[in-house]
């Protein structure tokens, strides 16, 4: 997937050569793309409109055949994997339809339903279905014979593997990888992100989330649980996947300044594939911990510029909340560090990488001392002699970009300006309007609009947008579905009827996340200008 075209779309290169070519599979962007097994056909997610409501099209290597699968209509289509030693595909439908298609004819075969389902892995008339809201998934094996379920751990990620289930547990407090009978990989620093299983069955490649928020990669046979580490081109990886023969692992990886390219490791060594020149000036963050208001350790990602501070500085507030904010290529903090504002990137109690007690530290009523974790982190940066504390502001997306909306509202003496990018505003318009499995998932992590329904709305920032004062840009994506364009609309509306500084920015043909080179540039070059304007 590359959108060196505009937009996010396939192209083929051979490993070993600059040669590559683009596979048309329409206008919409592509969020994701998979060979099947034998290199038969291609199977792309893509985002009509830019949207969240993906739709599944298959089309041949040569830009042949192509036809689309799932994600009719209304329906939203996920998951996409193509089942080891056949040319089937498996997809899950509005969390709660789980199919198994097959690609010349599209022909789907519904082997699952019910509410918040995915389908993982199927095999032999048994498919492995991941159950449940956030924060509390678990994997079953079913029977379709029967239709009967077996429990089979909490978790969220689980493959058929030669000799039994291989799954990423979460049954510790750090996820862990298990299979059948026995343990293949823990750590004490690290959480097993994810893994992939070889097409043979003989090796798993393990992506580890190291304490903190970088990567590492390691390559486990499962015959004799020999161990091959390896070489990191990038702080950061992703999207483990092994060639059809199994001798091959392609990932990707990045670090700042250095965009995600495409990496290939066999035999020992790892070799560029299709990787953007890394900028020779760009600012390495580095890692500060500090401390809660009631002791829970907190970090987070510092990029300081030159000089002596204190620095007017922005707070980023990743998304989720069970996101994690890691040493990802980022232009928008170089080019801030580079007009002289600091940037400080926290993760604060409910991300993702720091053990499962900390993920579910901000759930309900505990979500409370999540914000305050926001006021923790300014005092840090302002203790420390990094912010300089008449110039400090705050900005985030999606979770983020209500944590920022917060932060403007609970604690407005602390901030100058803000940047809420899509999210939510009141917890009650965002489950009426947002999609509805998504509301589904999200109960067990913000709390149930019916039964907790003054708790939502005490949280909900549109509560007191009468004590947001500080200047306001909103960005929002016209056909996002997951956090409705009502969330913005009604904080602008808000602050026009109080006369409070602010702009509202809406892009066309885009959802969730800018998918679109020029969107992007847009987005880059109007939130500089914003924060310049009133932080320098």
């Not at 058929?160 to 299979?179: A, K, N, Q, W, Y």
């Not at 350790?297 to 922005?314: E, K, Q």
């Not at 002289?340 to 530290?361: D, K, M, Q, Y």
Request: charge should be negative; aromatic fraction near 8%.
């Amino acid at each position: 997937m590359s959108d060196r075209g505009g937009r996010p779309q396939v192209w083929v290169q051979q490993v070993g050569t600059g040669m590559a070519f683009r596979v048309d599979t329409g206008d919409a962007p592509v969020a994701q793309v998979l060979w099947s097994t034998g290199g038969g056909w291609l199977a792309c997610l893509s985002a009509p409109g830019g949207g969240p409501r993906h739709e599944v099209w298959l089309v041949r290597p040569d830009g042949s055949g192509l036809h689309q699968v799932a994600g009719f209509g209304t329906d939203a289509a996920d998951n996409m994997r193509w089942l080891p030693g056949r040319s089937q595909l498996v997809v899950t439908e509005n969390l709660t339809t789980a199919l198994l298609i097959e690609p010349a004819s599209g022909t789907r075969t519904v082997v699952g339903t019910g509410e918040l389902i995915t389908l993982l892995d199927f095999f032999d008339g048994t498919a492995l279905l991941r159950m449940g809201p956030r924060g509390s998934r678990h994997v079953v094996e079913r029977s379709l014979a029967t239709g009967t379920d077996r429990f089979v751990a909490i978790g969220e990620q689980a493959v058929f593997g030669p000799d039994g289930i291989i799954m990423r547990s979460e049954v510790d407090e750090l996820p862990r990888l298990v299979t059948t009978g026995r343990l293949l990989a823990a750590s004490d620093r690290a959480e097993v992100e994810s893994f992939a299983l070889a097409p043979d069955g003989s090796r798993v490649a393990v992506l580890w989330n190291v304490w903190g928020g970088t990567s590492s990669i390691e390559v486990i046979s499962l015959s004799d649980e020999g161990r091959e580490t390896v070489p990191m081109p990038g702080l950061v990886a992703a999207d483990l996947t092994w060639s059809a023969d199994g001798r091959t692992l392609g990932f990707a990886a990045e670090k700042p300044g250095q965009p995600s390219g495409i990496w290939v490791y066999a035999d020992g060594a790892v070799q560029p594939v299709s990787v953007a020149p890394a900028a020779p000036d760009a600012v390495e963050p580095t890692l500060e911990f500090y401390s809660a208001h009631d002791e829970l350790g907190l970090s987070g990602w510092l990029f300081r510029p030159a000089g002596d501070g204190p620095f007017p500085t922005v707070l980023w507030f990743h998304g989720g909340p069970e996101d994690q904010e890691r040493p990802r290529h980022g232009p928008l903090f170089q080019a801030l560090v580079a007009r002289g504002i600091a940037v400080f990137a926290p993760n604060v109690r409910g991300s993702s990488g720091f053990g499962r007690s900390f993920v579910n530290a901000d759930n309900g009523r505990l979500r409370y001392a999540g914000i305050e974790d926001v006021r923790s982190s300014v005092r840090f940066l302002v203790f420390s002699g990094v912010a300089d504390p008449a110039r400090i502001g705050c900005m985030g997306r999606s979770y983020g970009g209500y944590l920022t909306l917060i932060a403007l509202t609970w604690f407005p003496d602390l901030f100058r300006a803000g940047i809420d990018v899509c999210g939510m505003s009141d917890f009650a318009t965002f489950y009426e309007h947002t999609e509805p499995w998504i509301a589904a998932a999200a109960v067990s992590k913000y709390g149930d609009p019916k039964t907790d329904a003054a708790l939502l709305a005490d949280l909900s920032p549109m509560t007191r947008i009468d004590d947001l004062r500080a200047p306001l840009m909103l960005i929002h994506g016209e056909n996002d579905t997951n956090v409705p364009v009502i969330e913005s609309a009604q904080v602008a509306a808000a602050l026009s009827a109080r006369e409070i500084p602010h702009r509202y920015l809406l892009f066309p043909d885009e959802g969730h996340q800018l998918l679109n080179q020029q969107s992007r540039a847009d987005y880059l070059q109007e939130t500089i200008d914003w924060l310049s304007k009133y932080l320098l």
